[in-house]
């Protein structure tokens, strides 16, 4: 089992910055891709960024040339740097886990809240 916790959310303004941090448990169980999901209210959770083992990334069209997603393999810790933030980017941001590089993540975090005022 792989337990997933999130930090780094909050309240900022249209046009700031806010990073995201994800630390996976110590596990035997090897990681491949680590990602990032947001929700928002009324809506279906949607990708929006992942990032493999081997450093290949994904991104949502909506977040391309804003948002970079990094992370440290050694501390199974995946990082998500957002600029230029937006009043739609507003959502729960959930941090996710697989075994594969590519497919439904296999672990959740517990969600942690991004709000971007007007």
């Known amino acids: 089992q792989v337990q997933l916790v999130e930090s780094g959310g909050g309240l900022v303004q249209a046009g700031g910055s806010l990073r995201l941090s994800c630390a996976a448990s110590?596990?035997?169980?090897?990681?491949?891709?680590m990602g990032w999901y947001r929700q928002a209210p009324g809506k279906q959770r949607e990708l929006v960024a992942t990032i493999t083992r081997g450093g290949t990334t994904n991104y949502a069209d909506s977040v391309k040339d804003r948002f970079t997603i990094s992370r440290d393999n050694a501390k199974n810790t995946v990082f998500l740097q957002m600029n230029s933030l937006k009043p739609e980017d507003t959502a729960v941001y959930y941090c996710?886990?697989?075994?594969?590089?590519?497919?439904?993540?296999?672990?959740w975090g517990q969600g942690t809240q991004v709000t971007v005022s007007s």
């Open positions: 110590r596990s035997t169980i090897s990681i491949n891709s």
């Open positions: 996710s886990a697989g075994i594969y590089a590519y497919g439904s993540p296999a672990w």
